[in-house]
């Protein structure tokens, strides 16, 4: 598996920041709350991976590294426009994403390279468990507004296609051994109450800032289906979490490569829209969203 950089654009109506998936702004403001942890987070996934990269010998793992490193900063640079337009939309996005920052270089500072890697691989495991299950079930995303949808589902495509890269690092420079694998799950633990926390924090967050919209009993109950109800997103993860837990746990032991077959046709699918962007508003998308983020 070779992760490959793909330098998209997507055209995010900023009108819809906060309403813009098809189960309404509930839902809509947990994926706001996990987009406002990828800047800071994936900043911190490429530069503990980085660190190791001289130590990774194998020319197929360092390849493999280049491209989960392309792949993290084009999720990154979208993602911050992505949160621009949450700003934009008087939420406290660039508060939250300070926040992070100030915990994450927190983490830099106490924590040697090792555990900092052993957190990058907890999360990886993290945003490849999300990920699934977005691609798994298309009733997840469905009835969303369009570019939004396609950029998570390219996130989603992306964080698939490059699962096992930090944790293939990991076997490679750490010593095999009882060490590496408490050090590996311990982290999985503490990683999994403040991953929790974080987002619970940010989400109720954004509803309170966004509270004037109205419609909470129905909001209440669609998140609530959501996050627990039977196709939900706790019990769907229950036992990819618990994989982890395996010694001989690798991230692709549940081999679900087969939706990376959607990847040609979601690109395909995003150039038409932007190009139908451009032919409607006389400008492509990529100058537009420059005055957004200024504006922001
Ligand atoms: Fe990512
Ligand atoms: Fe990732």
């Given at each position: 598996m070779m992760p490959v950089r793909r330098d998209l654009r997507f055209n995010l109506p900023p009108e819809r920041a906060s309403d813009w998936h098809g189960q309404g702004p509930y839902v809509t403001h947990f994926f706001n709350a996990l987009s406002l942890l990828f800047p800071a987070g994936e900043r911190f996934f490429m530069d503990s991976v980085r660190y190791y990269r001289d130590q990774v010998h194998d020319p197929e793992l360092k390849k493999q590294v280049l491209g989960f490193i392309g792949q993290e900063a084009m999720h990154t640079r979208e993602h911050i426009e992505y949160n621009a337009l949450l700003e934009a939309a008087r939420l406290p996005a660039h508060k939250l994403d300070r926040r992070l920052t100030w915990f994450l270089n927190l983490n830099r500072r106490i924590l040697p390279p090792s555990y900092q890697l052993a957190m990058t691989v907890a999360l990886e495991h993290y945003t490849a468990m999300l990920a699934g299950m977005l691609l798994d079930d298309d009733t997840r995303i469905a009835g969303s507004v369009e570019g939004y949808a396609q950029m998570w589902t390219w996130h989603a495509l992306e964080e698939t296609e490059h699962k096992s890269v930090s944790f293939d690092v990991w076997n490679t420079v750490m010593k095999p051994g009882l060490n590496r694998y408490l050090v590996r799950t311990g982290t999985m633990i503490t990683v999994t109450i403040f991953f929790w926390l974080i987002v619970f924090d940010f989400h109720v967050r954004l509803l309170i800032a966004d509270r004037?919209?109205?419609?909470h009993l129905r909001g209440m109950w669609r998140i609530t289906k959501f996050l627990y109800?039977?196709?939900g997103v706790f019990p769907g993860i229950a036992l990819e979490w618990l994989r982890?837990?395996?010694?001989?746990?690798?991230?692709?032991?549940?081999?679900?490569?087969?939706?990376?077959?959607?990847i040609d046709g979601l690109v395909a699918a995003v150039e038409a829209s932007n190009a139908a962007y451009a032919a409607a508003n006389g400008a492509p998308l990529k100058a537009s969203r420059r005055g957004i983020r200024a504006a922001a």
């Open positions: 004037k919209r109205g419609g109800g039977p196709r982890f837990f395996k010694p001989s746990f690798h991230p692709w032991d549940h081999d679900n490569r087969g939706h990376l077959q959607r």
